[in-house]
Nanobody, 124 residues
Framework: QVQLVESGGGLVQPGGSLRLSCTSS????????IGWFRQAPGKEREGVSC?????????VYVDSVKGRFTISRDNAKNMVYLQMNGLKPEDTAVYYC????????????????WGQGTQVTVTV
């Protein structure tokens, strides 16, 4: 079963930064829309940011992270990154990346190939 692999989470203070990475050994990510999602305890998984396939390249951000998070690709490394700046306690969650085969962000629908996730904790 093809899966994505997330890394880069950690414990940071409010206002701090982290860069999450998403890669796969079975998928060439440039052909997929890649979305970052998060799930906090007791809450449903929510879409945070998405980058369309390299053919399109458009990006999407949920309102709560606009201006703080940046999604990007490095096709040579088969990686997608989520740079998170100005972190807030409400950003605390397990972060997952998912792939969408049509190549479009489509309102964060149709994503799969989930990895194990990476924990982000923002606390004083």
């Amino acid at each position: 079963q093809v899966q994505l692999v997330e890394s880069g989470g950690g414990l940071v203070q409010p206002g701090g930064s982290l860069r999450l990475s998403c890669t796969s050994s079975g998928l060439t990510l440039e052909y997929y829309a890649i979305g970052w999602f998060r799930q906090a305890p007791g809450k449903e998984r929510e879409g945070v940011s998405c980058i369309a396939s390299s053919r399109d390249g458009s990006t999407v951000y949920v309102d709560s992270v606009k201006g703080r998070f940046t999604i990007s690709r490095d096709n040579a490394k088969n990686m997608v990154y989520l740079q998170m700046n100005g972190l807030k306690p409400e950003d605390t969650a397990v972060y997952y990346c998912g792939a969408e085969s049509e190549g479009y962000c489509s309102g964060f629908r149709g994503f799969g190939a989930w990895g194990q996730g990476t924990q982000v904790t923002v606390t004083v």
